[in-house]
DNA sequence: AGCTGTGAACTCTTTCACAGCA
DNA sequence: TGCTGTGAAAGAGTTCACAGCT
């Protein structure tokens, strides 16, 4: 029943049962049992049950989940909120591929200003640009609390520095930099690089990371 | 000394670890201490040193670790060797933003070909280029054991399937998608709204994943 | 002194076993 | 019969305490 305290690995599954639960929904089913859902995801069914029972969710004996309420459910924990209103710093493909992503939309986030800490780099064709050392303000004055931090490397620094000065709560750090940030701010890192450098040590250790 | 059985949590640190190697060596600094290490990362000391010895790195009292061995050690056991050469799957703004990316080249990867299922998109210029159905043909040519998904979400069953046939050994998901890959298959998942998902549940949560 | 390496204690997560409800 | 919910056991991962090298 309540939000606070779900494990980091419980808070890192969660998006994926939200995905099927949206799956279903849309082919019209209305129910989902944690076995099924186990099954599709190759973890246990015990699991399953541990994880949205973490965050209140309650299924019916013989059938399982309801697909509806327990979507809603999911998206509150998991979606916008109070902190739906996110900052993207940085211009560049990778960016760009983040402002391409429907998930984000889905869930409930809200890229609300764009900036780009490189003054060479050209501006995007966006009104939600603005300069960088306008982030410090924007925040205060829109009470943002998240960023998505998708600068280039040699610009991570200065970036992740005008981001812990403004009193942002969290960070979504894709640079794949050795990034510090104050104590206090949460951050959640992710990089294709190590994404695949953990694959790599994960094929090799001859066991998938998700057995 | 056993590259074999490191677990996975530390197999996610590593790149960073191996990241901030990297910083000093290039500034000419010759030693790192796990101490410094923990404090510019924001996680513990013995952490630092326990998941460094897990990969046999080996540090000097007083000193710490030597740069240059041990940046030279991370990027063999995190990097290329025998699976370095890749697959792209997908030719979107993700999947060029993963192309765009410096740091899967300088770990040693190499996107040796890229596909798409999607028939109505068009084709890049790209030299890579291949029809998602010769995938299968091409791994078992080549030997090529990972593969990297970025395609849309509704092209992401369909490719995944094809990754599955084609007996790759790893597959880096970054659809966002709930797939279900065989078992057998590593799969690592990285995904810009999971992880803003979970980045919002952490400040909802009022602790950082990583403290 | 300063920092590494490691077995032991501790904590967090996963899995098991079974009770309970439709 | 089929699937959920949960306390208890097992298994991982993290932190502690201290020995050892320089």
Redesign the interface.
Known sequence: ME????P?PT??R???????FE?KATSGELWLSSEAMA????FGAIQVRKDLGAVGALGSPKRGFPVGETSLLLGR???????SE?FMVGT???A???L?????G??G?RIVAIFEPDPGAQHPEDRRYQPLDKLPELALRMGT??A?LAVE?RWAGEAAATIARAGI????D?T???L??P?????????????????????????????
Do not use: H, N
Not at 3 to 6: A, D, E, F, S
Not at 39 to 42: K, M, Q, S, V
Not at 169 to 172: A, D, K, S, T, Y
């Open positions: 939000p606070v305290g779900v980091l808070l890192r969660l998006p994926l049962y939200l995905r099927l799956q099954r599709e995801l190759g924990f998991l979606g916008a909120d109070d902190c996110t560049g493909p990778l760009r591929a983040v391409a992503d429907e998930g984000i889905r869930r986030f609390r998240l998505i490397p709560g969290g960070v979504l894709l794949g930099t050795a510090s940030f104590p206090g701010i949460a951050v959640v890192r992710e990089s294709f690089s190590a994404g695949l450098s953990a694959l790599a040590g994960a094929v090799r250790s001859k066991r998938g990371p998700e057995d």
